[in-house]
T-cell receptor, first 114, second 112 residues
Framework: DVKVTQSSRYLVKRTGEKVFLECVQD?????MFWYRQDPGLGLRLIYF???????EKGDIPEGYSVSREKKERFSLILESASTNQTSMYLC?????????????FGSGTQLSVL | DQQVKQNSPSLSVQEGRISILNCDYT??????FLWYKKYPAEGPTFLIS?????DKNEDGRFTVFLNKSAKHLSLHIVPSQPGDSAVYFC???????????FGDGTTLTVKP
């Protein structure tokens, strides 16, 4: 069964802290993604990666960076956390089946920045 | 510029009746459309998809209709069940760009 695991379910950090959100998938998928979910704004793509050491900016990359040193692991980094980064963060990996790319999501990390 | 829009934040229906969730898009480059369902405290899960070359796809109680000229798609759930109560996200995929764009989500409540 497909599994995407996010290291923390809830996280509370202070403004200015460096924050690491970790994500691991066990499906040998090439593609991995980081989204954030906010009320009324849906899911917005922060960064994605097609391969190890490769990254692409999504729609809202400002204030974030990512790292993909191994195929199964994709980390999201908040260099200096701010209160407007309080959100639900969702990691996903994807596979193309019958032409359509399907995303498999982790359970999410609810980050609060105080 | 929001490329995928779900204009109804919430929908409430009676058990056994039809639920219709709507989605509009603006980008003609989208070639696949997907619906994901999300329960509280869980990540979204894939529900059903449709290619831009089709106008209907059915899977059990779930049917997705695509009107390409109107850039509109809808998800029909018949009959609706209380277990269908969740947030439904519409997503559009541009194969060349390699990413999916999501709508805001519609919270469906099915009352027993």
């Amino acid at each position: 069964d497909v599994k995407v695991t996010q290291s923390s379910r809830y996280l509370v950090k202070r403004t200015g802290e460096k924050v690491f959100l970790e994500c691991v998938q066990d499906m040998d998928h090439e593609n991995m993604f980081w989204y954030r979910q906010d009320p009324g704004l849906g899911l917005r793509l922060i960064y994605f990666s097609y391969d190890v050491k490769m990254k692409e900016k999504g729609d809202i990359p400002e204030g974030y960076s990512v790292s993909r040193e191994k195929k199964e692991r994709f980390s999201l980094i908040l260099e200096s956390a701010s209160t407007n980064q309080t959100s639900m963060y969702l990691c996903a990996s994807s596979i193309r089946q019958a032409g359509v790319e399907k995303l498999f999501f982790g359970s999410g990390t609810q980050l609060s920045v105080l | 510029d929001q490329q995928v829009k779900q204009n109804s934040p919430s929908l409430s229906v009676q058990e056994g009746r039809i639920s219709i969730l709507n989605c509009d898009y603006t980008n003609s480059m989208f070639d696949y459309f997907l619906w994901y369902k999300k329960y509280p405290a869980e990540g979204p899960t894939f529900l059903i998809s449709i290619s831009s070359i089709k106008d209907k796809n059915e899977d059990g109680r779930f049917t997705v209709f695509l009107n390409k000229s109107a850039k509109h798609l809808s998800l029909h759930i018949v009959p609706s069940q209380p277990g269908d109560s969740a947030v439904y996200f519409c997503a559009a995929s541009d194969t060349n760009a390699g990413k999916s764009t999501f709508g805001d989500g519609t919270t469906l409540t099915v009352k027993p």
